[in-house]
């Protein structure tokens, strides 16, 4: 049995990512369910080993001092975004009323970025193994973004009486919303190939396998709401993406990633190529 890595001992000497398809995280890329991934903010294309090689870098599959054997069953990762109003905003009022002064201040810092913008993410490995120099994970990723209009966090803040007190209109115009969940199935491999300067070179390739379960967009097409007389008009299509072969496809696709890396006792450099192909849409 090979020798179990001590992450604590390691040095990550350099480490590189190369996107050769970025976009959004429509693209699916694997989540990465190490905790020790996550506390080196997922910079792990030289350290990460067992079953995290797979979507950090699948040659440190292959690396001396990789485990015999890993497992993990259902790691969460959750990620939230908010701005120009934060969490950090809404904490300092929670359980207490927010003046008005201070949601005026919350409405300009809206206005000058033009939206209220939100974003949140989960990703679920249902289980991530590692084996001798092979790995495989099922994962499922669910992102969603949404923004809010000036006017749609006026009438938040304030109602429909606004800032004024005096029934006003507001146009919503600007507001959105978008979101996908997907499910991957991905299986890889790494291997030592040479020695170089007292350290052994690996390489290793990962195919994946992306099912996108649902896709959603929102748009406002211009509602509206009149202070005099009152009266609202909701024009908000929404529209889901399906590709006709099931209640939970709505597009399908393969992504290849392949990397490189070079270690020895206390040093690693690794580089990783991101969606090498890409056939998911």
Do not use: C
């Amino acid at each position: 049995m090979r020798k179990r890595p001590r992450l604590h001992r390691r040095a990550l000497v350099g480490g590189a990512v190369a996107a050769l398809s970025a976009w959004s995280p429509a693209h699916g890329q694997l989540s990465d369910p190490s905790a020790a991934s996550l506390g080196l903010g997922f910079a792990s294309v030289a350290g990460a080993r067992g079953f995290a090689a797979l979507s950090a870098n699948p040659a440190a599959l292959g690396a001396p001092d990789a485990p015999a054997f890993t497992l993990a069953i259902l790691p969460v990762r959750l990620g939230q975004g908010l701005e120009p109003v934060d969490l950090g905003d809404l904490a300092r009022y929670g359980g207490k009323r927010v003046s008005g002064a201070v949601r005026e201040s919350w409405l300009e810092r809206v206005a000058d970025a033009g939206s209220q913008v939100g974003s949140g993410s989960a990703q679920v490995a249902l289980v991530a193994v590692s084996r001798g120099n092979l790995a495989a994970q099922v994962g499922v990723h669910a992102w969603a973004d949404a923004a809010l209009s000036p006017d749609a966090v006026e009438l938040l803040l304030f109602g429909n009486a606004g800032r004024t007190g005096e029934p006003g209109d507001f146009v919503l115009a600007g507001s959105r919303m978008d979101g996908f969940a997907l499910t991957t199935l991905t299986v890889g491999g790494g291997w030592p190939v040479s020695e170089w300067k007292g350290g052994t070179v690996s390489l290793g390739g990962s195919l994946a396998l992306h099912v996108g379960n649902a896709v959603l967009l929102a748009r406002d097409n211009g509602s509206s709401l009149t202070g005099d007389p009152i009266e609202y008009d909701v024009r908000f299509p929404v529209l889901e993406v399906s590709a006709g072969t099931g209640p939970f496809d709505a597009g399908r696709g393969v992504g290849v990633d392949v990397g490189a890396l070079w270690s020895r006792e206390g040093l690693g450099f690794g580089l990783t190529l991101r969606n090498l192909v890409n056939t998911f849409h």
